[in-house]
C-alpha cells in the first residue's frame, strides 16, 4: 500500500484517478480548495462520492497556503505526489490572470518544496497540450520547442515544467510531467464544450462555435487518462536528472463540427449552432504523439469519441435527471 497524496481531489481527473487508486488499496490523501471557477455543487458531489471510500482522507487546503502544505508533508510523508490542483482554462486566464500565478507558479512551488523536504518515490504531476501553443508541426512531440505560449495558462503550465526539471535536477526528486489532451466524460468540467454542447442542445438553446467549427481536438477519454497516470506512476524515472514529460492524448484529433455531430446522435437531438471567430487564446488543432509512452509504458489511450460521448451524455442525464 502507497500513501498518495492527489491535489485537486474534487476535480475531474483528480476525483477519477483518487477512487482508482483507492480501489486499488492505496490510500489516498486529497486536497482541494473547492474554488468556484466552476460549479462547486459539482465538486463537492465528486467529494462525497469520495468520502464513502476506506482509504480516502480529504483536507480542505489551498496550494497557496504555504504553511499549510508544508505541515501536511511533514505528517503524512507521502510515497508519492500526484499535482493535479491549478486554476484552469485558457479564456479564464485573460479575465484573471493573479489567481493563476497564485495557483499554478506559487502553488506548484510549495509542493516542489514538500517534496524536497520531505523525499517521495515519485512526484506526477499535470502539464496540458496548450504549452504546445501555435506549434505547426503535428502531431505534436515532447521533443517540439514549446516557447511560444499563446495564453497565460499555457505559459503557467510551460512554468511547472521547468520548475519540476530544476528541482529534480538539483535535489534528484523522480519527477514526470504529463501533456493531457482534451480531458472528457463522466462528472467532466461544465466549462468544456461537450459539457457546455449537451447542456445547450437539451436546453434548445444555441451552441457558440468558435473559429466555425474549423478547430480540432485530440480528445481524450477520461479512463484512458487514469490508467496512463496509474502507469506512469509506476514508471520512476532514472535519469540524470531524473525527469520524464509525456503526451497522454488519444493520437486521433477530432473536428469541433464532428463532435456536434455525435453529440446529436447521443442526444437525438440537433443543435442550434451559433457560428463565431476565433477567441483570443485558443490554438486550431491539437494532436498528441504518444510513441514515448507506448515504448516507456506499454499504453496508449484508445477510447473513441462516439463511445466516450455516449457515456459522458448517459452519465449526464442521471446526474441531472434530463
Known sequence: MNKILVTG???FIGFHLSQSLVKQNNQVIGIDNLNDYYD??????????????????????DLHDRNSIDKLFKQEKFDIVVNLAAQAGVRYSLENPHVY??????GFLNILEGCRHNPVKHLVFASSSSVYGMNSKIPFSTNDPVDCPVSLYAATKRA????????????????????????YGPWGRPDMALFLFTKAILG?????????????RDFTYIDDI?????????????????????NI?????VELLHLIEVIEKSLRKTAIKEFLPMQPGDVLTTYADVDDLITDVGFSPKTPIEKGVEKFVNWYRNYYQV
Open 40 to 61: 462547486v455543487s459539482l465538486k463537492k458531489a465528486r467529494l462525497q462520492e469520495l468520502e464513502k471510500l476506506d482509504n480516502f482522507q480529504f483536507h480542505f487546503m
Open 249 to 253: 492524448g488519444n493520437n486521433q484529433p
Open 160 to 183: 511547472n515544467e521547468l520548475m519540476a526539471y530544476t528541482y529534480s535536477h538539483l535535489y534528484k526528486i523522480p519527477s514526470t510531467g504529463l501533456r493531457f489532451f482534451t480531458v
Open 204 to 216: 434548445e438553446k444555441p451552441i457558440r462555435v468558435f473559429n466555425y467549427g474549423k478547430m480540432q
Open 101 to 106: 500565478a497564485e495557483s499554478n507558479v506559487v
Open 9 to 11: 481531489a474534487a476535480g
Open 226 to 246: 487514469v490508467v496512463g497516470i496509474e502507469k506512469v506512476m509506476e514508471k520512476i524515472p532514472s535519469g540524470v536528472p531524473p525527469y520524464k514529460l509525456y
